[in-house]
């Protein structure tokens, strides 16, 4: 039924806009001036003048919108971009070990850490020697 009642429905608008795209050049016969800023055009139809601006508006509200279109779709290529790299300094950080990831976050150095795990000694070699003396 509800099919039905939309097939109606889509049928009545087809027939109203048959009907009024038949009547409307017939009812707006009169000529018309069109001054444009560096020209004029003289005896024009009406109906073919509004028809005209109707189409050109139609152009011009297109042309923007697919504008529009472009810069969200390369502005959405640029953050799904920056959102994979992220999502690759994410999973190479959950994969850094915990003592390690620690010490980075804490701004030591790295490879001063491996040493010490290690069982290398940090202390300053000069001194080592004077206390085997």
């Known amino acids: 039924m509800k099919l039905m009642l939309r097939r109606a429905c889509f049928a009545a608008v087809v027939i109203v806009l048959i009907v009024v795209v038949r009547l409307f050049p017939d009812q707006n016969q009169t000529l018309v001036d069109i001054d444009l800023l560096l020209t004029q055009i003289e005896g024009v ?21 697919c504008l529009l279109l472009i810069r969200s779709s390369l502005v959405g290529r640029r953050y799904r971009s920056a959102i994979a790299d992220l999502e690759a300094e994410v999973h190479h950080l ?35 020697s004077a206390e085997g003396s």
């Open 45 to 65: 139809r009406l109906w073919l003048a509004l028809a005209a601006t109707f189409v050109l508006g139609g152009l011009l509200a297109g042309l923007f919108s």
């Open 94 to 128: 959950r994969n850094l070990p915990l003592a390690s990831a620690g010490h980075l976050i804490a701004g030591d150095d790295p490879i001063a850490f491996d040493d010490e795990v290690r069982g290398a000694s940090t202390v300053n070699p000069g001194a080592a």
